[in-house]
């Protein structure tokens, strides 16, 4: 299966802005769409975006839409999230997977103060 690590994440202000990196080793990663997800304490994952395995199609959840944007490099085999106009409630752990791996690495924290 392809490997994933998370990075990227640290504590903003509200309304700052941060990069998140997937890298991906393991099975070539351009066989695979990929997403990012993320999940506060005590509440589920919830799904945030998504890109196909080309890169040519993305699709939002609707609290992020306008805001984050997702993009791959597959001759480098990253992911990324650019996350813009952040708000506290974005405050989470932030995963990205490909699609059909059914396990989850460690993530990397955001925090965004008010």
């Known amino acids: 299966q392809v490997q994933l690590v998370e990075s990227g994440g640290g504590l903003v202000q509200a309304g700052g802005s941060l990069r998140l990196s997937c890298a991906a080793s393991?099975?070539?990663?351009?066989?695979?769409?990929m997403g990012w997800f993320r999940q506060a304490p005590g509440k589920e994952r919830e799904f945030l975006a998504a890109i196909i395995r080309g890169g040519g199609s993305t699709r939002y959840a609707d609290s992020v839409k306008g805001r984050f944007t997702i993009s791959r490099d597959n001759t480098r085999n990253m992911g990324y999230l650019q996350m813009n106009s952040l708000k506290p409630e974005d405050t989470a752990v932030y995963y990205c997977n490909a699609k059909g791996r059914p396990t989850w690495g460690q993530g990397t924290q955001v925090t965004v103060s008010s």
């Open positions: 393991g099975r070539i990663f351009s066989s695979y769409a």
